[in-house]
């Protein structure tokens, strides 16, 4: 169960940066994380925020690339500080996104994208609105439960729970701006960079990059 933060509002000039803050969420096993690391491959513009976690890493993984990999109480100094823009509780792990290093890339008119479950988005939507949100579905639950068996890593209850969850996690893609169907990879792969190539030429982003175009086009 995702809580809020007590965070103070956004600085206003952090509402008028040219960077687009992407928000990607799924439900487990459906395949998200392979997908965005072909789109952020893809995307030059495009930067994967790193999260905060109190999970231990998971063969392969690397403190500062896979994620921040961090204490209970280093993460809960966290929250009182005000340095997460969102966090929640998963599956008894507690994961965060630092709202600094969102910031810095936005302010260099970088987009920034955010891989996170429904809970951190609604909770980073409610202090950005402009941010887009994206939710990915599997092509049917079948897919979904073999996916989940097929990592080997869980028992079946754990699995049967995680299957579960997975569903309830899919009843709020309504709260998302895209929804994505991942059944055919490079099809998915491609309505991704199209979301995110659209975002950039937003009025709002391009006027931030066009002002002295702008200025000179209208200024009598």
Same mark, same amino acid.
Not at 9 to 14: A, S
Not at 26 to 37: D, P
Not at 183 to 206: M, N, S, V, W, Y
């Given at each position: 169960?995702?809580?809020?933060?007590?965070?103070?509002?956004? *600085?206003?000039?952090?509402?008028? =940066?040219?960077?687009?803050?992407?928000?990607?969420?799924?439900?487990?096993? #459906?395949?998200?994380?392979?997908?965005?690391?072909?789109?952020? @491959?893809?995307?030059?513009? @495009?930067? @994967? %925020?790193? %999260?905060? #976690?109190?999970?231990? *890493?998971? /063969?392969?993984?690397?403190?500062?690339?896979?994620?921040? !990999?961090? %204490?209970?109480?280093?993460?809960?100094?966290?929250?009182?500080?005000?340095?997460?823009?969102?966090? /929640?509780?998963? !599956?008894?792990?507690?994961?965060?996104?630092?709202?600094?290093?969102?910031?810095? !890339?936005?302010?260099?008119?970088?987009?920034?994208?955010? &891989?996170?479950?429904?809970?951190?988005?609604?909770?980073?939507?409610?202090?950005? *609105?402009?941010?887009?949100?994206?939710?990915?579905? *599997?092509?049917?639950?079948?897919?979904?439960?073999?996916?989940?068996?097929?990592?080997?890593?869980?028992?079946?209850?754990?699995?049967?729970?995680?299957?579960?969850? %997975?569903? &309830?996690? =899919?009843?709020?893609?309504?709260?998302?701006?895209?929804?994505?169907?991942?059944?055919?990879?490079?099809? /998915?792969?491609?309505? @991704?960079?199209?979301?995110?190539?659209?975002?950039?030429?937003?009025?709002?982003?391009?006027?931030?990059?066009?002002?002295?175009?702008?200025?000179?086009?209208?200024?009598?």
């Amino acid at each position: 169960m995702a809580n809020s933060a007590i965070l103070d509002p956004y *600085p206003q000039q952090e509402s008028a =940066m040219a960077g687009t803050l992407y928000i990607i969420s799924a439900a487990s096993g #459906t395949g998200k994380t392979s997908l965005v690391q072909q789109l952020i @491959l893809q995307q030059s513009n @495009l930067y @994967l %925020s790193i %999260s905060h #976690t109190t999970r231990s *890493p998971r /063969a392969g993984e690397v403190d500062g690339e896979s994620y921040h !990999f961090v %204490s209970v109480d280093t993460f809960r100094q966290k929250i009182e500080s005000g340095d997460f823009i969102e966090y /929640a509780e998963v !599956f008894g792990n507690w994961y965060g996104t630092c709202r600094s290093e969102v910031h810095k !890339f936005l302010s260099k008119d970088q987009d920034v994208l955010l &891989e996170i479950d429904w809970q951190g988005a609604a909770q980073i939507k409610s202090l950005l *609105p402009d941010a887009i949100g994206i939710f990915l579905l *599997p092509p049917s639950r079948q897919s979904l439960e073999q996916r989940l068996k097929n990592r080997g890593k869980d028992r079946p209850e754990v699995i049967e729970k995680r299957l579960a969850q %997975s569903v &309830e996690d =899919m009843r709020h893609y309504q709260k998302f701006d895209y929804l994505v169907l991942n059944d055919q990879f490079d099809q /998915a792969l491609a309505e @991704l960079k199209l979301i995110t190539q659209c975002g950039r030429l937003r009025t709002a982003c391009q006027e931030i990059r066009l002002t002295q175009t702008l200025k000179n086009l209208l200024d009598r």
